[in-house]
């Protein structure tokens, strides 16, 4: 019930807003229009492609308006989560260079923290440093162990998890680990190299999926027109007018929503 409720929230320009800046994004109110009107703009375009009635248009441009928030939010999600992806890569392999040359998570983590642009990461990393600085533990786990925690929890992957276990163990214990960085930096670099390719093939799809929704609304409105045309060929008396009939109205509309 609460899930409907923020849904119908976000046909609310204001409320959208709020949800684009909780992934650290502006989304305009000039934005928003200009969106609207093409939605608008859109939807006539393809009513009178379909030669619908006003009535049909009315509830394209309604399912458009209502969908239209969902697909604004997926698509700043998307990048949010790209950039969450971007960050993870670019820590590890920051961090385990500067390991290797520092053998210190303090000094690693600072160094991380220069390389790293302002964002949710460069906000975690200060905090975590900010806690090492303190040197205050709030539990046994220790100090060094609770900082690199908070990166932990705010970015919750193996990687990231298994490359400062593998840090606090070295400083904790010491030991030859020159090989074992160079073999989580070479995990790291296949890891980044997997999921770009993964995305790369996404958005083809992507692209691809959208090409079939217009390819084959083409095709589809250009079979009725041409079933107009022939109908009237072999239509003796009256015109016929197959736009007219409420079977092909009403198909042509959940057609349009559902592309």
Request: contains cysteine; charged residues 20%.
């Amino acid at each position: 019930f609460m899930e409907k409720i923020r849904l119908l929230k976000l046909l609310s320009p204001k409320y959208l807003q709020k949800e684009v800046n909780i992934y650290g994004y502006h989304y305009s109110a000039k934005t928003h229009i200009f969106c609207i009107i093409s939605i608008l703009a859109g939807s006539v375009a393809l009513g009178m492609l379909f030669q619908l009635p006003a009535i049909f248009v009315f509830v394209i441009i309604a399912a458009a308006v209502f969908v239209f928030p969902l697909l604004i939010l997926s698509m700043y999600r998307k990048m949010y989560e790209q950039k969450r992806f971007f960050d993870a890569g670019q820590y590890v392999q920051q961090v385990l260079y500067s390991f290797l040359k520092n053998q210190k998570v303090y000094m690693a983590l600072k160094d991380c923290l220069l390389v790293i642009e302002e964002g949710s990461m460069h906000e975690v990393l200060e905090q975590a440093l900010t806690h090492l600085e303190a040197g205050v533990a709030k539990s046994k786990q220790g100090v060094l162990r609770e900082a690199l925690m908070m990166i932990e929890e705010a970015y919750p992957s193996e990687k990231i998890k298994a490359v400062n276990h593998f840090m606090q163990n070295v400083e904790e214990r010491g030991g030859e680990f020159e090989t074992s960085v160079s073999l989580l930096l070479s995990d790291n670099s296949n890891w980044q190299k997997e999921r770009y390719a993964l995305q790369a093939k996404k958005k083809q799809c992507h692209i691809e999926t959208v090409f079939c929704v217009l390819f084959s609304t083409l095709l589809c409105v250009g079979v009725l027109y041409v079933l107009n045309w022939s109908g009237n060929l072999v239509q003796t008396g009256e015109t016929f007018h197959i736009f007219s009939y409420r079977l092909i109205q009403l198909t042509s509309t959940i057609f349009i929503i559902f592309n």
